[in-house]
Structures are given as structure tokens and as C-alpha cells.
């Protein structure tokens, strides 16, 4: 029992940490920071880290660990949001399409998710920054939009292999409707799938914020952001690597972080899993 | 010299024992069948047999096959003799075959796996094995895929794969239960006759006494991993030596002691109405069927077509008939679930599209144990659903108090209504979905194959329950099920039912040994029966 225990917490924990490091330093930044973000001090840029600036300093002289807590933030934000839009949107759209499956209703909702599908979501998002213009909040619109689609398909799918069963016919018998049904019997079931992809959506979500920041169309400066600071850096890579390297690992771990956090969080909210 | 000796043989799995100690030999040409309800280790001894056991078992022992020690080959040397010396038919033959290759490619590549000839060669050995179980190429060309088959045939695809080259032993673990009787006795001489022509020894793996009296030379009773008893079935199945061999014969033809209803309880539905409690008067469902072309119109298909029958207050009702006969469909008629076509089901004299306190008369227990309960809710949750039918919901207090003396009921504990689904056994699940049935003090519980997943010994235990609660409820019950030996024993009257079509009714003794109708004659005759030494030695316990 001991190895297995081991074994079902393997992804949870690391994961779990990862993701719990950023929150936290999000959170912080809210109180606290080494050094003012919005500050500029040229005469201390691109220094290597040291012990006052532990991951160095910008071209500007603004604190790399400063501007990541801060960066946090909007990433966390905009990523976040973006994927309760699309569960609160898509979910419910999967699981009518699933109890009106094969009818009109069930036609109309996987069209049109077909048709979002169709468009590149980078596409919407300058489409949508040309008109209103660029800003965090309609990078959540855009990235928000795509993931409606994802959990919709994903509910539905699930949700048709549960309507298969015994127990759907039992709660028929007992005269339940269809959205009691869903709301009760279904989305209990299809609940884990639904939180893996959510956090897979997360990360998929920090990505694409920082994509978007980094082509310009997200926050707009003087808010730090992760994809700016890449994008920022690029031209000075040979003189200071670390003005890439510190913001590229931290995406690279926040996505791995929820990542490992939601195959975790399957294997252990699942109670067929969960017996002694 | 025996063609396959177990010598000692045991396995483990995790460190937990599952086959313990396992001494048997099989000669060429016989047929040995073993017996032994779920968890007993059959299957795992045939996996054992193949080097098929799952990742984390250990073997201890010896496998002899042939004078060779299978247990001590190489992967690969094994693979040559297990597929060409021996052979494998498993119980499902829905998932057995592989959904997108022909049947004539699945016959071909087992073949060709294990010799080294020709496609052509191939192709024609495919063919003859095919038509030699019964499938002729005229008619079931090897270009049909699996989908285009039915569960008999694609039994009979799969027995061709296991016999195409002739094996020296064939193993086949459950091959007829999950189909119907008729074909289940087509299947049955299939194997025989092949058994018969080639030569070749049989390992037959059953839960059903009958059948493997009707097949086997030599039995091995299996309780727990432990080969209890064996030997030439003759002497075993009349002297009944080792206890658990009687017990198993006592529970596969067991009769719960029926009483008549409880008057009291009676009175509650009879007293409403001259009429019948169930009453179902020329009643059509139909399906949709889609056309074959992009264009073309979509069919009806009538799966109930023309049924009229009822069934009184009381009363216990079999029907039987084979899968696709329309059983399901008129279920979910009778329950409300689906959409009429024309008729009428009247339930006390009120149609029951009249609303729910209709509906709440009459409630249902599934066949499968396993996925008839929603793994994420609690045993009290799961019983208290259909209370939703009642107009005036009872106040959470009351509704604890019902959980648990229908929990008591049922032979559970009250305890039990805060555990989930999983920690159940599949006859403590069973008497969970009766608990469910009961608790809107149903005068009708249609009983959808609710015994049929269960072994021998749980399955007496679950229909004395049924029949004590029936005289304590005053129930009347609509039973279900494709085992016409379940059926006799505990029905008043039964209906035959022939694609959507009742084709004989009437009182279950007569209709079962004096069928009239020609299809029930066949279905009768199906049935698998013991031997008249067997049942001697019943008369005796």
C-alpha cells in the first residue's frame, strides 16, 4: 500500500508546489515587492544576480524578481478567467448537446463549436485587439472564447458515455429530467475529466497570454507580464541571457507545475481510486 | 501420459494468493470442465494455462503441456505452442475481435502467425475452418466485418480462430454465457462435434452445472483458488462428496418457498380497481431506423408490435425470449421511458402517461450490479431517488428513517446508507437496487434479468429475498430473464415473447412442459439440462 500511496501522489505533490509558489508570489506582490516595478534606475541595468537583486536587473534597471511577482499576476489572472469562461459557457452548451444528442439542439451547439474551432485563436485575438484595442482584459475575451469549444466537446463526449448508463435509466425511472440528470448524475461523473482539462486549459491559457504579450496585443506596459519581458529581452540575449532565461523558466514551470497538478488531482478525486 | 498436467501450481498476485496449489492432469481427446462461482479462480487458471496472467502475478510450479514446461519457457517458444497447440475462446465474443479487420483477416493472421504458408493457403485454410463452425463462405463471405454479425456468430469467428490449426487443447472460459439459450446449445454441439472430429482435448470453463454435465468427462470443482474436488463427472456429480459441490447444486435449483401475498397488503391495490394492476393492450413501440442512402427515407421498426397481457395485483409474471425480441424495449414502455406508438399501458385502470403517482406504482431492478448505481453518491442517496416521484417530497428526517428500515428490509445494515457503491459485492448491490425499488411501496417491480449477473449461491439467497418481500409488500413482480430454469421456479404464469410478438402466455408449469408454439418448443429444448444421475442425487439432499 505504502508504494502505491507513493505512487498515486507522485504528480500531486510536485505539482501541486509548483503551482502553490506562483499563487503565493502573485499574491505577495500585492504587498510586496523587493523593488518598485514602475521605478526605472539606469544606472543599475542589466546587472548579473546578485545578492540585492537575486535574479539581476532589466534594461531599465527594474528588478527581474520584482517584475516575475507582479508578471505572475497577470498571467494567473488572465489564465484563470479565461478558462472559467470557458466552463462556465462550454459545460453547460456539452451537457444540453448531450441530453438533446442527435436532435437539432445537438446539431447547433457542435456546429458552431466547429466553426470557433475553424478560426486560429491568434487570429480572433488581433481581430479583437484591432478593434478595441490591446489590453489584458481582451486577451481574456479572446483566449476565453477558445476554450468554450474545448470543454463543450469534452462534456459532451462524456457526458453521452454516462447516458449509456444503468443508473441514468434508474433516475429516469424516478422521474427525473434531463437537466436534473445532468446536473446530478452527470457532471458528478464527468467532474475529474473536467478538471484535468481545466488545468490543462490553465497552462494552455498562461501560454497564450504570454504569446500574446509578446506579440504586443496583451498587457500593455508599464504592467510587467511574462510574454513582455520575453519579447523585451530578445534583442539583448547575447549581453544579458538571464533577461530571457529568468521569464522562460518561469513559464516553463507554471505550465509544467499545472500540468502535473491535474493528473494528480485525477488520480485522487476518483473514489474508485480512493478505496483502503 | 496426460496431455497437460498442473503440478502444483500457484500464483500470486501482489502477494495475495489467488490459485493455490493446483494438481490436475487432462488426457488428449477429453473434455474436462470446471466449475466454481466468480472469484474462484477458473479464469485465472486458463490465463495461467496461456502465460497470460496479468503484470504483477507470480507462478509457482509446474505447467506441463506435452512433456514441456510451459511455465519455464521463453516468451516467444511459448507464443509458437499457445495460438497453434493450444487454443482460446473467450467469453465475450462482442469485444473478442477486432472491430475494424474482416473476420476472414483475424482467421488469416492467427494462421499465418504460427505457420509459415502462403496467403493463398492462408486464405483457403481460413475458409474451410469458418464453414466447418458453421459460417459457410457462400453466405458469410471473410470479407464480413464483426458488426455485421451477431453475438452467435461472432462466437462461432472466434472458436475458428482458436481451432484453425488444430490445437491439441482447446480452452474456452465461458463461451456461451452471454448468449442467448438457443444459440448458447448451437454453440455447445459446435464445440462438441469439433471436439468429437479433431480430436482434441476441451478445458471447458462454466458456472453452469448443466452445461458442463452435458459436455465433460471429468470435472474440477473450484472454491476460492483451491481445487476442491474432482474427477470423472459421474461419480462427482451423484455422490456430491465435498460440501461446496452440494451447495452449488442445491443453489442452481433452488425454489424459494413462496406463501401468498399478505392480504393486508393486497387490499391497498385491489380495492381501487376491478382492473388488473398492469394492464398493456395492443401496444406498438417503435424505433427510427435511419436509411442506408445519404437521401433515402429513415424505416420504423416495430420492437414491440401487438402486445396485449396483464399481470394482477400479486401476481408473479415471467417473460422470456431471446436478446432483441423487444424484452428491453417493452420494459422501458411499461416504466414510462419511452414513447408509444399506439396502444395503451394502464396501470390499476389509469393510463400511465396520467402523471407520476401513476408511475411511482411501478419501479424496476436492472441486471448489472456494477453500473446501475452512480459511483459518486452515497447508498442512502442512491436509495431515496425515486422518492422524487411523490408529489409532497418527506422531510429529510423521514426520508432517513425510510433508507433505513428498507435497508434492514433487504438484509443490509443501516450503517450501510453512508457507504459508496464500491464497497458493495454484487448481491449486496442487488439487494440495494431492490431497496431502491421498494421505497415508493411499488405494487409492480419489473425485474429487468436482475438475477442473471449473480452466481448460484447469491442469486437462491437474492430470490428468497424477492419472495419474502413479496408476500411482506404484496408485490407483484414482472421476471425477466433468459434462464427459463430461474424462471419456473419462481413465476405463476409466463409470456413468451418472439420478435416484438407474444407468442404463448399461460401458467409457467404448462407452457414450460407442454409448449405448444414451436418457438417456445425450441426455446424449451435449448435449455441445458443435468443428467438424470444428477438429478437423483438433488432428490437426495
Known sequence: MAATTKSRFRNLVPGAVLVCIFFGAAVLSFFYTPFDVEKFNIAQRMLRPDAVHWLGTDHFGRDILSMLMVGARTSLAVAFVAVSIGIVVGVPLGLMAASYRGRWLDELIMRGNDLVFAFPALVIAIMITAVFGPSAVNAIIAIGIFNIPVFARLTRGAALGIWNREFILAARVAGKNSVRISVEHILPNILNLLIVQGTIQFSLGILAEAGLSYVGLGAQPPTPSWGRMLADSQTLTNLAPHLALFPGMVIVLSVLGLNLLGDGLRDWLDPRLRRE | ?541
Open chain 2, 1 to 541: 501420459m496426460p496431455l497437460l498436467t498442473l503440478n502444483a501450481v500457484a500464483v500470486s498476485i501482489h502477494d495475495t494468493a489467488i490459485l493455490k496449489n493446483l494438481n490436475t492432469t487432462l488426457d488428449a481427446g477429453q473434455v474436462m470442465g470446471v466449475i466454481g462461482e466468480s472469484g474462484s479462480g477458473k479464469s485465472m487458471m486458463a490465463l495461467a494455462i496461456m502465460g497470460l496472467l496479468p503484470q504483477g502475478s507470480a507462478l509457482t510450479g509446474q505447467i506441463l503441456f506435452d512433456d514441456v514446461a510451459l511455465n519455464e519457457l521463453t516468451e516467444k517458444a511459448r507464443c509458437q505452442i499457445c495460438g497453434d497447440d493450444i487454443g482460446m475462446v473467450f467469453q465475450e465474443p462482442m469485444t473478442a475481435l477486432n472491430p475494424v479487420h474482416t473476420i476472414g483477416q483475424q482467421v488469416i493472421e492467427c494462421i499465418r502467425l504460427h505457420q509459415p504458408i502462403s496467403r493463398a493457403a492462408a486464405t483457403a485454410l481460413a475458409s474451410e475452418t469458418l464453414s466447418r463452425c458453421g459460417l459457410p463462405s457462400d453466405q458469410f463471405p471473410l470479407s464480413r466485418y464483426p458488426h455485421e454479425l451477431s453475438g452467435g456468430q461472432r462466437q462461432r469467428v472466434v472458436i475458428a480462430m482458436a481451432v484453425a490449426l488444430k490445437p491439441k487443447l482447446l480452452i474456452a472460459d465461458e463461451p456461451t454465457t452471454a448468449l442467448d439459450v438457443t444459440t448458447q446449445a448451437e454453440i455447445l454441439d459446435l464445440l462438441c462435434s469439433l471436439q468429437q472430429e479433431d480430436d482434441m482435448a476441451l478445458m471447458l470453463i462454466s458456472h453452469d452445472l448443466a452445461v458442463v454435465a452435458s459436455m465433460a468427462d471429468t470435472v474440477v470443482v473450484m472454491k476460492e483458488g483451491v481445487i476442491v474436488e474432482q474427477g470423472d463427472i459421474e461419480p462427482v456429480f451423484t455422490q456430491l462428496e465435498h460440501p461446496y459441490t452440494r451447495a452449488l447444486f442445491k443453489a442452481s435449483d433452488h425454489t424459494p418457498p413462496r406463501t401468498a401475498p399478505n392480504h393486508r397488503a393486497l387490499v391497498n391495490h385491489s380495492a381501487q380497481s376491478e382492473s388488473p394492476l398492469l394492464e398493456v393492450k395492443d401496444l406498438v413501440v417503435a424505433y427510427r431506423v435511419p436509411g442506408r442512402g445519404w437521401f433515402s427515407r429513415a424505416n420504423t421498426f416495430r420492437a414491440v408490435d401487438q402486445m396485449s397481457f396483464s399481470v394482477n395485483a400479486g401476481e408473479s409474471v415471467g417473460l422470456v425470449g431471446e436478446s432483441g425480441c423487444g424484452k428491453s424495449t417493452l420494459t422501458r414502455a411499461v416504466l414510462g421511458l419511452m414513447p408509444v406508438a399506439s396502444g395503451r399501458i394502464l396501470i390499476n385502470g389509469t393510463h400511465i402517461d396520467e402523471g407520476r403517482h401513476v408511475l411511482k406504482q411501478v419501479q424496476v431492478v436492472f441486471q448489472d450490479p456494477y453500473g446501475s448505481f452512480n459511483p459518486r453518491h452515497k447508498v442512502a442517496r442512491l436509495i431515496a431517488e425515486p422518492l422524487n416521484v411523490l408529489e409532497t417530497q418527506p422531510t429529510r428526517r423521514e426520508r432517513d428513517r425510510q433508507v433505513v428500515s428498507i435497508l434492514e428490509d433487504v438484509g443490509l445494515l443501516s450503517s450501510d446508507a453512508d457507504k459508496y457503491i464500491h464497497e458493495f459485492s454484487g448481491g449486496q448491490r442487488q439487494r440495494i437496487a431492490i431497496a431502491r425499488a421498494l421505497i415508493t411501496r411499488p405494487a409492480l417491480i419489473v425485474l429487468d434479468e436482475a438475477v442473471s449477473a449473480l452466481d448460484v449461491s447469491v442469486r437462491a439467497t437474492v430470490l428468497d429475498l424477492l419472495a419474502s418481500l413479496a408476500t411482506a409488500y404484496g408485490l407483484a413482480y414482472l421476471f425477466i430473464s433468459h434462464d427459463l430454469s430461474v424462471v419456473r421456479n419462481v413465476t405463476d404464469r409466463v409470456l413468451v415473447m418472439q420478435s416484438g410478438q407474444l407468442v404463448e402466455q399461460g401458467d409457467t408449469q404448462s407452457v414450460l412442459d407442454h409448449p405448444t408454439h414451436d418457438y417456445t418448443q425450441r426455446l424449451v429444448a435449448s435449455v441445458p439440462r443435468l443428467p438424470e444421475y444428477a438429478h437423483a442425487a438433488i432428490d437426495t439432499l
